[in-house]
């Protein structure tokens, strides 16, 4: 059975920084790419990022690209979400998942194993 545990959320002030957090099981973690996605109140999730298995491909959403950075660790089964300059609109609920392959077959949560944890939430006021 898969399950992910997200967090490192909180509240933080615009132009602060956050670290996300995300600790899989049940999967052979190294085999698949892991993405990022947020869902704010009333809003569809969305897809923020991406990395292919070994780290070799990263994806961003426009709205993140140069703000976010994501990283894995195989060997800990954890994938990462480094957030910089923060934004009042980057506030939302994020959650990971494992990608149905090992490559970024784009941001859409079609692409991507329905097995979501909790979230963790992220505030950020102006």
């Known amino acids: 059975q898969v399950q992910v545990v997200e967090s490192g959320g909180g509240l933080v002030q615009a132009g602060g920084s956050l670290r996300l957090s995300c600790t899989a099981s049940?999967?052979?973690?190294?085999?698949?790419?892991m993405g990022w996605f947020r869902q704010a109140p009333g809003k569809e999730r969305e897809g923020v990022s991406c990395?292919?298995?070994?780290?070799?491909?990263?994806l961003y959403a426009d709205s993140v690209e140069g703000r976010f950075t994501i990283s894995r660790d195989n060997a800990k089964n954890t994938l990462y979400l480094q957030m910089n300059s923060l934004k009042p609109e980057d506030t939302a609920m994020y959650y990971c998942?494992?990608?149905?392959?090992?490559?970024?077959?784009?941001?859409?949560?079609?692409?991507?194993?329905?097995?979501w944890g909790q979230g963790t939430q992220v505030t950020v006021s102006s």
């Open positions: 049940g999967l052979t973690f190294s085999a698949y790419a």
């Open positions: 990395i292919t298995n070994w780290s070799r491909r990263r």
């Open positions: 998942a494992a990608a149905r392959t090992p490559a970024c077959a784009g941001l859409d949560v079609s692409g991507y194993q329905p097995h």
